[in-house]
């Protein structure tokens, strides 16, 4: 039984670039035809290198990028709406329930504002609250929930470390009370130790405040200690997605199987160079025909030069964009284990 708090089907997002000498426009199709749906209250996971699609895709799940093909529907207990013809009422309605986390801490929050301001923004801007006592009180809410100390809202956002910037981020995202998240590299500029540290506030988050979250990373190794389900895109299509568990135990995507021999190892012995990626992601301006991915596939054929691969379901809820995967083990991934981020809390 499913019930997705948002579900895509056939998601495009094109952009038409300068006109060349021939007066002829160049598409750019960021997002390529993508369907997927992300279960309520789950910790959803997106994965491919820079250039993929990544944040044009979360932004399209947030009206924030232009829908140009398909449709998104976006569902919780009181409403749902259809984001191609979002606008008025409906489109500040959303905004209140789907919210951005931004990648950089440093870059997202104005310097002359106070720690306090800026949480309360979303809710003055959006009508939210109906006195200053109200504000304050929700404000100091969201605040300890991502461990923030009161003291700290009249403090200016220079005073803050990385990890403490996230949190004040996170606490202005959460205090609209939305239902469904996209955090867009949201521990990349961070430390390794204090990566550790915002993954569980959000992990935390997702499971007390029953809020869904899609989680866009470039690092599969965060998105195996963290995330439920996980989809790898290539060149703005889906080429893999599964429970994280499956994902990692077999992977059936060439491009999959060769991210994660990028992880480090942890056995210096261990040398699994054989799926090691060769080249860079071609232009979305002149994507290759057929499976986009068959230019760095070391498996590629014939058939794959021609025929554009879908998704297929090999394994409950484990769906690869492959025509040959049958015919290879792709699944010599280097050993790591799918591990919950609270189980280290
Ligand atoms: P990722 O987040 O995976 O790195 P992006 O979604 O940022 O990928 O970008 C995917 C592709 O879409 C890139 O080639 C990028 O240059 C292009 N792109 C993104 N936004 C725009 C835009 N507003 N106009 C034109 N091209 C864009
Ligand atoms: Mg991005």
Do not use: W
Not at 58 to 63: N, P, V
Not at 81 to 88: F, P, V
Not at 273 to 287: R, V, Y
């Amino acid at each position: 039984m499913t019930d997705p708090v948002i579900s895509a089907r056939d998601l495009t997002v094109s952009y038409t670039l300068g006109r060349g000498l021939l007066g002829a426009k160049t598409q750019l199709h960021a997002v390529d035809g993508i369907s997927l749906d992300i279960e309520k209250g789950s910790f959803f996971g997106l994965v491919g290198e820079s250039g993929s699609g990544k944040t044009t895709l979360g932004r399209a799940l947030l009206k924030a990028a232009p829908i140009t093909g398909g449709s998104v529907e976006y569902r919780d207990e009181e409403v749902s709406h259809d984001l191609r013809d979002l606008s008025g009422a409906a489109l500040k309605d959303y905004r209140k329930r789907a919210q951005l986390i931004f990648q950089d801490p440093y870059a997202a929050l104005s310097p002359r504002m106070t720690v306090r301001d800026i949480i309360a923004e979303p809710l003055e801007v959006m009508g939210l609250t109906k006195s200053r006592a109200e504000t304050d009180e929700r404000v100091r809410e969201i605040a300890g929930r991502c461990r923030l100390n009161l003291e700290h809202l009249r403090r200016f956002p220079h005073a803050f470390s990385g990890g403490q910037r996230q949190r004040i981020s996170i606490a202005r995202a959460l205090v609209s009370g939305p239902r469904f998240i996209v955090a867009d590299e949201s521990v990349a500029a961070l430390d390794v130790s204090i990566q550790a540290d915002v993954l569980n506030l959000l992990r935390a988050i997702q499971q007390d405040m029953g809020i869904s979250f899609l989680f866009i990373s470039h690092d599969l190794s965060v998105v195996a200690h963290t995330c439920d389900h996980v989809a790898v895109m290539y060149l703005g299509r889906l080429v893999e997605t599964a429970p994280t568990r499956s994902l990692f135990a077999r992977p059936l995507h060439p491009y999959t199987s060769a991210l994660l021999s990028a992880i480090p190892s942890l056995d210096p012995d261990e040398t699994s160079q054989a799926d090691k990626l060769e080249g860079e992601i071609p232009s979305p301006t002149a994507p290759p025909p057929g499976c986009k991915f068959h230019t760095r596939c070391r498996f590629a054929r014939d058939a794959c030069k021609r025929d554009v691969p879908q998704l297929r379901e090999l394994a409950p809820g484990h769906r690869v964009a492959c025509h040959f995967t049958e015919e290879f083990d792709f699944s010599r991934a280097p050993a790591v284990a799918p591990r919950r981020a609270d189980a280290t809390a």
